[in-house]
């Protein structure tokens, strides 16, 4: 049984920091590529961050620069470390897991960022 269990989120004010974890169970965690989602209310789904098998790393726009994804193969986990949190990052942030015909997601984790 595969199980992504994210943890982290929570309230920041605006330009405070967040990490996320991704915990992956039940899959080749190594050969997997992972990603972080996000959904804010009335918004589609949209990727945030993802980093390959191999650690190469890609961002959105928005996030370039106050974002950074990294993985530990040794904990099976992934991370989101947020930095610089905007109002505008409020939303429900969601881990993926990604191997050749096959495809993984968390329960996600809220985020609010809020004075």
């Known amino acids: 049984q595969v199980q992504l269990v994210e943890s982290g989120g929570g309230l920041v004010q605006p330009g405070g920091s967040l990490r996320l974890s991704c915990t992956a169970s039940g899959i080749s965690f190594s050969n997997y590529a992972m990603g972080w989602y996000r959904q804010a209310p009335g918004k589609q789904r949209e990727l945030v961050a993802a980093?390959?098998?191999?650690?190469?790393?890609n961002y959105a726009d928005s996030v370039k620069g106050r974002f950074s994804i990294s993985r530990d193969n040794t904990k099976n986990t992934v991370y989101l470390q947020m930095n610089s949190l905007k109002p505008e990052d409020t939303a429900v942030y969601y881990c993926?897991?990604?191997?050749?015909?096959?495809?993984?997601w968390g329960q996600g984790t809220q985020v609010t960022v809020s004075s």
């Open positions: 993926n897991a990604k191997f050749v015909g096959s495809g993984y």
């Open positions: 980093i390959t098998s191999g650690s190469t790393t």
